[in-house]
């Protein structure tokens, strides 16, 4: 069965600090993959999305995340965070030609002001 | 407010009783996925729907647990029996398919948060 793992569960930055939460997942095959993030009080949302082509995915507010086949990889980044960047933080994987996605267990992100 | 609508947003209940929630997609979207997210966790899948058809259940749907989408629009989904373990948050998703397209995104709701005593 596919897994995804996010070995940060939880991460503590100041501001201005750069970010990488790490993604992994075991499936083999041709795969989407997704970050998405739940702000306090709010529903789940996506932030960046990969399908195919470039292997570097921009995304909203200045995330970015790399998709490196050869590692089973999906890692998320930003330069520099922002106190508002405090959330929790969930991959998700699907093999290709299903619709049902496969979540990590999250990290949460707090940013220190 | 045209989101993925849930009701109710929180429901305790005592073990033995039946719960219903029930998720209003985007009305546009064919595919609803409801999850189970307990604390710590990620969502864990439960079943979808596409339009009125439920395509797959997770194994972790048991025999008390039961979901429907009549008209292919809202969806329901009812827990016979509650036992205490199924004290979780339950999340609904919409999403639209697009012929030969990869899935899409999915629009996710509030969630009902469901506390069995």
């Known amino acids: 069965a596919q897994s995804v793992s996010q070995h940060n569960h939880h991460v503590i930055l100041s501001e201005a600090a750069s970010l990488e939460l790490g993604c992994n997942y075991s499936y083999g095959g041709t795969v989407n993959l997704f970050w998405y993030v739940q702000y306090p009080g709010q529903h789940l949302q996506l932030l960046l999305k990969?399908?195919?082509?470039?292997?570097l995915v921009k995304g909203i507010k200045g995330f970015e995340a790399e998709f490196i086949k050869s590692k089973f990889s999906f890692n998320l980044r930003k330069p520099s965070v922002q106190w508002s960047d405090t959330a929790e933080y969930f991959c998700?994987?699907?093999?290709?030609?299903?619709?049902?996605?496969?979540f990590g267990r999250g990290t949460s992100l707090i940013v220190h002001p | 407010d045209t989101g993925v609508s849930q009701d109710p947003r929180h429901k305790i209940t005592k073990r033995g009783q039946n719960v219903t929630f029930r998720c209003d997609p985007i009305s546009e979207h064919n595919r609803l996925y409801w999850y189970r997210q307990t604390l710590g966790q990620g969502p864990e899948f439960l079943t979808y729907f596409q339009n009125e058809a439920q395509l797959e259940k997770s194994r972790l749907l048991s025999d008390r647990f039961s979901a429907e989408r009549p008209k292919g629009s809202f969806s329901t989904l009812e827990i016979q029996r509650t036992e205490q373990g199924d004290s979780a948050m339950y999340l609904c998703?919409?999403?639209?398919?697009?012929?030969?397209?990869?899935?899409?995104?999915?629009?996710f709701g509030p969630g009902t948060r469901l506390t069995v005593l």
């Open positions: 998700a994987v699907n093999q290709r030609g299903s619709y049902i996605p496969t």
């Open positions: 990969y399908f195919s082509g470039d292997p």
């Open positions: 998703a919409s999403s639209q398919r697009l012929a030969g397209g990869p899935g899409g995104e999915q629009f």
